[in-house]
């Protein structure tokens, strides 16, 4: 006996009387769904009398969730297996789509790879055109916007793709969209290096190596096509762009990323935040000596990731550090770090895919993580705000016991602040003397002092530790040297005995007894990042609650135009039937974004319940008694 395709049927085919139709099998079908492969046959519904035949088009295939494999859809998915595919990308990048089709198989055969492959790719694309008619920006950040305080940019080698694998001339569905353009990069790079006379960084700073500023491609890459992705994140993780390496990591990716997002931006950017910003922001003043069109680039103020900063010099450290911005807040400038961690997981099917494939593949992750992240929006701000106004709290006890301790005023901290800026701007000399020698090494021993005193406080795992163990090592042998060079011109009296004893003593010989007690460098550095500290999450408080405020904007923004759309005259052009669908796709999301506004209202009202900007429409639902308790018990563990 035939088995039927489960679609609906019409109840008459003609005028005749309803008793006279007649279902019998059509042609046969496969259908994939989330239990595996049925083989069936579409039904043919016919009058008897006047023998008048329907059978399903391509319409009533998509309208009852099934999405046609071929041109005549002898191969048909029904939708949740693609959403299941879907779910199952985001939550492990990993798995391969092979290793998913052969956990469908086994019913009535085999599945084609290739078939779903390009069924799934499609089914994504249409998802996001539909997207695009409600104007959702999927790699734009809520929260920064208008206004954005931070980008950090980086690269990751590890979303590299081999060139064996087949690479056909024809474009992703998403070409463009997240991935930037091959041939606008390679253009821009061109051309940046032609105006500069390019030549390749040495990629040091103190003791430290950087890849990233050495501008050289990677060894032995004849077997790799994209030797990795340049990416670019705003303060929230968000996703904002990103573009194929051919080069290694050279300054003239940032660069078009930068220009990029200035141009989406203008002016609206206050930093960039960068691994090797101390050789990244040089080479932009280079580029905007020569390129006029890219001194607006110059507005942006550099910012060195807090945590790559304990690699690099004191003074870099101090002088670029984020840490030390003024107005940065908390940022750390490592989200990119965050997003890369997920986005490497893919790595282990992206670089056997086509160039095509994989530019797919990597955009609708990127798009995925964005749309998690936005979601979550409201909840991680009121978070973040509460844990920020716990910190401040305990950073204030800690410097007025500090203030105590010393024994000084407000007026002497910011004395010693000025000093240890003012210490950082200073460019050491070169020149061998006994002063240069002793600056040398009382920098070198602050250095050594506050890696080893942070080494478990501000690193959580041991291959980080061990890096910094490596840095301090270094730091502690080019002291040694630059001792033994001061002994050999100091007198036998103010010569320095031992090494290691030098490190944990704050005297030293060249100083006399007053300016020992008034206040060494390693005191005022240790007070300096106290007072910071204070200051970043002061300015940390006031950040969030602007951000709080722009997201609740870009909502009610958009449920103004949901509103907009909803009149029946915004899609006169189209034909009935497809009015009657917009219709609903723009009632359903307004259904879901008043019921997101409503949770974000909750997160929000108990910081900023002075603000009008909270004050919703008399047309938005209020929030019921249970709603208030379902979100008081989800914010009550916010720590």
Partial sequence: MARLLPIQRPDRVCGCSTGNIHASPGRNVSVITINGRYNLVLPAVSCTSCCLTWSPTIEDIQRDGYWPGTMNFCTLYTTDVFQSFYDLKMAAPGVSLKAYIKMLDGRAGKISADSFSKSFSEWVAVTYEVEKIFHKKSFDCPACTPEMLAVSVDGNRKLYRFKSNASTSEPGNFEGVFIQKDEEVAEFVDNSHRQTNHISGKGSCGSSSWRAAKECSRKNTSKLDEEGLEIAVCRHGVLLGALNMFRGEIFAYPLFL??????????????????????????????????????????????????????????????????????????????????NSFLSRAAITTKYMSKAGRTNMLTLLASGWNKKKVKNMGRTLSQRYTKTVRMLKEQVDILNATKDELGVDDDTLQLWVSDVQQWAEETDSGDGSLGALQARIEELAVIIKVRTQNLYKQTDSNKRRHKIRKVILDEK???????????????????????????????????????????????????????????????????????????????????????????????????????????????????????????????????????????MDSSDEEMSEDDVADLDSSTSDED
């Fill in 258 to 339: 930068q220009r990029m997002l200035a141009d989406k931006a203008p002016g609206n950017i206050t930093f960039l935040c960068s691994d090797v910003a101390c050789k990244y922001f040089p080479y932009l003043s280079k580029v905007a000596q020569q390129c006029p069109e890219m001194r607006k680039l110059l507005s942006m103020r550099p910012f060195l990731s807090v945590m790559h900063a304990k690699a690099h010099t004191g003074k870099c450290e101090i002088k670029w550090g984020g840490a030390f911005q003024e107005g940065a807040g908390s940022t750390i400038g490592e989200e990119v770090e965050q997003v």
């Fill in 477 to 615: 042998k080019r002291l040694a040297a630059t001792i033994c060079e001061y002994n050999n011109l100091a007198e036998p009296s103010k010569q320095i005995v031992s090494t290691d004893a030098s490190v944990l003593t704050d005297a030293w010989p060249w100083n006399n007894i007053s300016e020992t007690a008034a206040a060494d460098l390693h005191t005022k550095r240790t007070v300096f990042e106290k007072v910071m500290a204070v200051r970043r999450l002061k300015e940390e408080e006031m950040i969030i609650s602007k951000e709080m405020q722009q997201h609740w904007t870009a909502m009610k923004a958009q449920s103004m135009m949901l509103a907009t759309l909803s009149s029946n005259s915004s899609f006169a052009d189209q034909p009935e039937d497809a009015q009657r669908g917009l219709q609903c796709l723009v009632l359903q999301k307004q259904t879901e974004l008043k019921a997101e506004m409503v949770k974000v209202k909750g997160f929000y009202r108990r910081i900023l319940s002075h603000q009008p900007l909270l004050e």
